[in-house]
């Protein structure tokens, strides 16, 4: 059975940082191309970071130079560090893994608010 279950969300004050994980099971992780996406109460859902399998990135522009994804194929876990944190990052994040089908994880969420 797939998991993909995420942690790290919480309430943080503008400026401030937050790690999101997820944790993968079920699959064979170094096969996965592994993203976060983020879905805000009124918007479209969007991706804000992908990773290769090979460990190429890319970053939705609005989060470029503040947010770095990166994984441990090892474990396998991958994770999001986001600094500077503002308030239009208040969103559920999700973890996805895609390589032959594509899974999602439940989300976490994350409210940056003073």
């Known amino acids: 059975q797939v998991q993909l279950v995420e942690s790290g969300g919480g309430l943080v004050q503008p400026g401030g940082s937050l790690r999101l994980s997820c944790v993968a099971s079920g699959i064979n992780f170094r096969l996965y191309t592994m993203s976060w996406y983020r879905h805000a109460p009124g918007k479209q859902r969007e991706l804000v970071a992908r990773?290769?399998?090979?460990?190429?990135?890319n970053y939705a522009d609005n989060v470029k130079g503040r947010f770095t994804i990166f994984r441990d194929n090892i474990n396998p876990m991958m994770y999001l560090q986001m600094n500077s944190l503002r308030p239009e990052d208040t969103a559920v994040y999700f973890c996805n893994a895609n390589w032959d089908v594509e899974y999602w994880g439940q989300g976490t969420q994350v409210t940056v608010s003073s």
């Open positions: 990773i290769s399998s090979f460990g190429s990135t």
